[in-house]
């Protein structure tokens, strides 16, 4: 059994003290620890188990075909974090053979992973038989087409990641219908990229990087199978044969040095065409086994390969959507000004399952005075409107705060006033403060704060802590309210820190938890480079459950 470590050690004796075969899964059903008896019955040694998905690794059918995910009771209450138990499941051995099995899962706290659960499992001591190739699509029943079908709509619309769509899309098929499978994508500038070659073997899908990568352009009257299927044309059958002859083009000897490579004595290449372009095409070929591709085959796959188009559009309009709008967010934030006597730097990230801008917004200008003016604040929403508005609030500030030399506190009560009357905003946190500094470099901050998380002051021996005073309550709230001012002194090599709630929220954990966090890490980081400094407290303090966008200003007082 794997051992890393006093934890993972004390978990191996216990599983080893347990009769019968076991193993852990994480929350996303990697086996994470395998007990002595559970290797002698998958005939697999824990390294081939540990790091594994246990459904594609282990959970087959009578037939020796993978469960697929949907219908796997073991995997569904692994996922579900709930106590399940069968009778009619089947291992696959690393021998090739079928271990049918009864089974118990229950969630554990080993400490080894936030969310484990716990898989018992014996011969049930029906007969087990050497697990087969699935049969070819061709030979499938109509339930079992369906059934496929089916699956490949709701794992491939689950994603909006492209990469991960394609990977699903591969085991889906790979060895379901083929134990060879390729996609070949055509990019955003009409250039086509080899994005997988994969083949299944020993009941694993194994990927051919030195077969992957760029390829030659498509030849726009070449009849060739994959030459057509890039065009949009039709599905072709092919085989090594197809490619014996004088190659046409760059594409017929990357095929030729595919086949070679592979094995493949039969193929069948199918476009990937949505409604309003063509994807790319999807290539399945038998080397291991021995049927060729017959019409019902086809079929199938071409009604496989309409529904994955379906979710690739979607999700190539999903990055392209996220893309524009991270892009537009970037140039709705202000460039910083060169200060003398200060450092500074910024950081924005978008809320990571996000397609649209969001409301949280820095600025940082110099006032006529010769004063820096600094400001963090987050308009609630995360579309269009809210962008909108924070644009509006940000220029309302700066127009306010350049003509008048008033305190922060006056500037906000003016801001939140004219937002009723002017900005398209409902309500907003802001922090909004002048940092001034005199002749003998001695540096004052003075702020008010609108219902925002107070900034962080962090001196270069490592002291944090947190600017409570001059709290006032949200824009939007009660505009008429008189505001506060507060001031503080930044020691020399001190950094001040001003944040958006993405910071310090969690779904999972309190906003005292996340303050503190940010704190201690943003103490220990005090020394470092002022970009050094950012991008690791960003990387460290950021709770990777974060579902918000994230601003971020840092200021260091680098002159006595």
Same mark, same amino acid.
């Given at each position: 059994?794997a051992?890393? $470590?006093?934890a993972? =050690?004390?978990?191996?004796? &216990? #599983?080893? +003290?347990?009769? !019968?075969?076991?193993?852990?899964?994480?929350?996303?059903?990697?086996i994470?620890?395998v007990?002595?008896?559970?290797?002698?019955?998958l005939a697999r040694?824990?390294?081939?188990?540990?790091?594994?998905?246990?459904?594609?690794?282990?959970?087959?059918?009578?037939?020796?075909?993978p469960v697929?995910?949907?219908?796997c009771r073991?995997?569904a209450?692994i996922?579900?974090?709930?106590t399940?138990?069968?009778?009619d499941?089947?291992?696959?051995r690393?021998d090739?053979?079928l271990l049918?099995?009864?089974?118990?899962?229950?969630?554990?706290?080993?400490?080894?992973?936030?969310?484990?659960?716990?898989?018992?499992?014996?011969?049930?001591?029906?007969s087990?038989?050497?697990?087969?190739?699935?049969?070819?699509g $061709?030979?499938?029943? =109509?339930l079992?087409r369906? &059934? #496929?079908? +089916?699956e490949? !709509?709701?794992?491939?619309?689950?994603?909006?990641?492209?990469h991960?769509?394609l990977?699903?899309?591969i085991?889906?098929?790979?060895?379901?219908l083929?134990?060879w499978a390729v996609?070949d994508?055509?990019?955003?500038?009409?250039?086509?990229?080899?994005?997988?070659?994969?083949h299944?073997?020993?009941?694993?899908?194994?990927?051919?990087?030195?077969?992957?990568?760029?390829?030659?352009?498509?030849p726009?009257?070449?009849?060739?199978p994959?030459s057509?299927a890039l065009?949009?044309v039709a599905?072709?059958l092919?085989?090594?044969?197809t490619?014996?002859?004088?190659?046409?083009?760059?594409?017929?000897?990357?095929?030729?040095?595919?086949f070679?490579?592979?094995?493949?004595?039969?193929?069948?290449?199918v476009?990937?065409?949505?409604l309003?372009?063509?994807l790319?095409?999807?290539t399945?070929?038998?080397?291991?086994?021995p049927?060729r591709?017959?019409?019902?085959?086809?079929?199938?796959l071409?009604?496989?390969?309409?529904r994955?188009s379906?979710a690739?559009?979607?999700?190539?309009?999903?990055?392209r959507?996220?893309t524009?709008?991270?892009?537009m967010q970037?140039?709705l934030?202000?460039?910083l000004p060169?200060?003398?006597?200060?450092?500074?730097?910024?950081r924005?990230?978008?809320a990571p399952?996000?397609?649209?801008?969001?409301g949280d917004?820095?600025?940082?200008f110099?006032?006529?005075?010769?004063a820096t003016?600094?400001a963090?604040?987050?308009?609630?929403?995360h579309?269009?409107?809210?962008a909108?508005?924070?644009?509006q609030?940000?220029?309302m500030?700066?127009?306010?705060a350049?003509?008048q030399?008033?305190?922060?506190?006056?500037i906000?009560e003016?801001?939140?006033?004219?937002?009723r009357e002017i900005?398209?905003?409902?309500?907003?946190?802001?922090?909004?403060?002048?940092?001034t500094q005199?002749?003998?470099?001695?540096?004052?901050?003075s702020?008010t704060n609108?219902?925002?998380?107070?900034?962080?002051?962090?001196?270069?021996?490592?002291v944090?802590?947190y600017?409570?005073d001059?709290?006032?309550?949200?824009?939007?709230i009660?505009?008429?309210?008189?505001r506060p001012?507060a001031?503080a002194?930044v020691?020399?090599?001190?950094?001040?820190l001003l944040?958006t709630?993405?910071?310090?929220?969690?779904p999972?954990?309190?906003l005292?938890?996340?303050?503190?966090?940010?704190?201690r890490?943003?103490?220990?980081?005090?020394q470092?480079p002022?970009e050094?400094?950012?991008?690791?407290l960003?990387?460290r303090?950021?709770?990777?459950?974060?579902?918000?966008?994230?601003?971020?200003?840092a200021v260091?007082?680098?002159r006595g």
């Open positions: 059994m051992r890393s $470590g006093g993972r =050690e004390a978990v191996a004796r &216990a #599983l080893d +003290a347990l009769g !019968t075969g076991a193993y852990l899964a994480d929350e996303r059903g990697s994470v620890a007990n002595t008896r559970g290797e002698q019955l040694p824990a390294a081939g188990l540990v790091g594994k998905d246990a459904h594609d690794l282990l959970h087959r059918n009578s037939c020796g075909e697929p995910r949907a219908q073991i995997r209450s996922l579900a974090g709930r399940d138990q069968g009778g499941e089947w291992l696959e690393g090739g053979t049918p099995v009864a089974w118990l899962s229950t969630p554990c706290d080993i400490g080894l992973s936030p969310s484990a659960t716990l898989v018992l499992f014996h011969s049930s001591g029906r087990g038989r050497p697990a087969q190739h699935p049969p070819a $061709g030979r499938l029943s =109509e079992e369906l &059934a #496929l079908l +089916a490949t !709509t709701s794992v491939l619309t689950s994603t909006l990641d492209i991960e769509a990977r699903r899309l085991h889906l098929v790979a060895p379901r083929a134990d996609i994508l055509i990019q955003e500038q009409g250039e086509v990229w080899r994005f997988a070659v994969a299944a073997e020993g009941g694993t899908v194994m990927f051919r990087e030195d077969l992957q990568g760029p390829m030659p352009p498509v726009q009257e070449s009849p060739m994959l057509r065009r949009g599905s072709s092919a085989g090594p044969e490619y014996q002859g004088p190659p046409d083009s760059g594409i017929a000897v990357e095929q030729r040095h595919l070679e490579a592979t094995g493949m004595h039969a193929a069948v290449v476009p990937l065409r949505s309003h372009e063509v790319g095409a999807l399945l070929g038998r080397a291991d086994q049927e591709f017959t019409a019902t085959e086809v079929a199938l071409e009604d496989i390969a309409r994955a379906l690739l559009e979607n999700a190539r309009l999903y990055q959507q996220r524009v709008a991270e892009t970037r140039h934030l202000p460039k060169h200060t003398p006597g200060h450092g500074m730097t910024a924005y990230l978008p399952d996000a397609s649209q801008v969001g917004w820095y600025d940082a110099t006032l006529p005075d010769g003016a600094l963090i604040g987050d308009v609630v929403g579309d269009l409107e809210a909108a508005g924070m644009a609030l940000r220029n500030l700066r127009a306010y350049l003509s030399e008033k305190p922060p506190s006056k906000v003016w801001l939140d006033r004219a937002t900005a398209e905003v409902s309500i907003a946190t802001l922090v909004f403060a002048r940092m005199d002749g003998a470099g001695r540096c004052e901050l702020w609108a219902g925002h998380p107070p900034p962080l002051l962090v001196t270069r021996e490592g944090a802590r600017l409570t001059g709290h006032g309550v949200l824009l939007g009660m505009p008429e309210r008189v001012d001031t002194e020691p020399p090599g001190a950094t001040l944040y709630d993405g910071l310090i929220e969690s999972r954990h309190g005292d938890e996340g303050m503190n966090r940010l704190r890490h943003a103490a220990a980081l005090a470092r002022l050094s400094f950012t991008d690791q960003l990387a303090a950021r709770p990777p459950d974060n579902d918000d966008d994230v601003a971020l200003l260091r007082h680098t």
